[in-house]
């Protein structure tokens, strides 16, 4: 268990449509990052924020969006939807963005767009 | 652009034999490199990571990988595989732009172990 969770486990949804996907990093984390895990485009970094701040961004389509909480939460948002956007979606977390340091991985949201 | 190319996209090998997964970086700088290990309907685990210090890095579970700088690789090995070793590895390179970090993955490599 790397103290990173993930909700919900499994999504599945229709075309057209928006969700939500939600990550609490490790206790301490500041750091956030997305990632999107499909059979086509293999694991990609979508984005990445640090104490609430967008730093880093991937590729990420202007359909996603995220933002990091004062809880340092983060969710990930997906509107119209494609089939395409069908993929594992992981969120990891670290410490400092700066150092050279191990990013911990949650389980992953698994979206199914039917 | 830094990236990292797997050469295999599945290896195979028998129970109690070596593991080698092959991993070459491109980088215009010094790299940061690690190998991380995805098994089935699981998350991504941390094997281990090179960051410039000693280049033969020992990992989790028997595994570790060297740096070769002549050779832009950096190898995955395990002297004798395990079943539960039967995984996705992914080879990856971070990069670092001031205030912000990014890994870029390999396609991975699927290790098949068998009886």
């Known amino acids: 268990d790397s103290g990173v969770t993930q909700t919900p486990k499994h999504l599945i949804t229709a075309t057209g449509q928006r969700v939500t996907l939600r990550c609490s990093p490790r206790s301490g984390d500041l750091s956030v990052y997305w990632y999107q895990q499909s059979l086509d485009q293999g694991l990609q970094f979508l984005i990445q924020?640090?104490?609430?701040?967008?730093?880093a961004k991937g590729n990420i389509l202007e359909r996603f969006s995220a933002q990091q909480f004062p809880d340092l939460h983060s969710e990930l948002n997906l509107s119209s939807l494609e089939l395409g956007d069908s993929a594992l979606y992981f969120c990891?977390?670290?410490?400092?963005?700066?150092?050279?340091?191990?990013?911990?991985f949650g389980p992953g949201t698994r979206l199914t767009v039917l | 652009a830094q990236s990292v190319t797997q050469l295999d996209s599945h290896v195979s090998v028998s129970e109690g034999t070596p593991v080698l997964l092959r991993c070459n970086y491109s980088?215009?700088?010094?790299?940061?490199l690690f190998w991380y290990v995805q098994h089935p309907n699981k998350g991504l685990q941390l094997l281990l990571k090179?960051?410039?210090?000693?280049?033969l890095v020992k990992g989790i579970n028997g595994f570790e990988a060297e740096f070769k700088k002549s050779e832009t690789s950096f190898h995955l090995t395990k002297p004798s595989a395990h079943m539960s070793d039967a995984a996705e590895y992914f080879c990856?390179?971070?990069?670092?732009?001031?205030?912000?970090?990014?890994?870029?993955f390999g396609t991975g490599t699927r290790l098949q172990v068998t009886l």
């Open positions: 990856v390179v971070r990069t670092d732009t001031g205030t912000a970090s990014k890994l870029t």
């Open positions: 990891a977390s670290s410490v400092w963005d700066r150092e050279i340091d191990e990013q911990f």
């Open positions: 924020y640090y104490n609430g701040e967008e730093r």
């Open positions: 980088s215009s700088y010094s790299p940061s």
């Open positions: 090179y960051t410039s210090a000693a280049t």
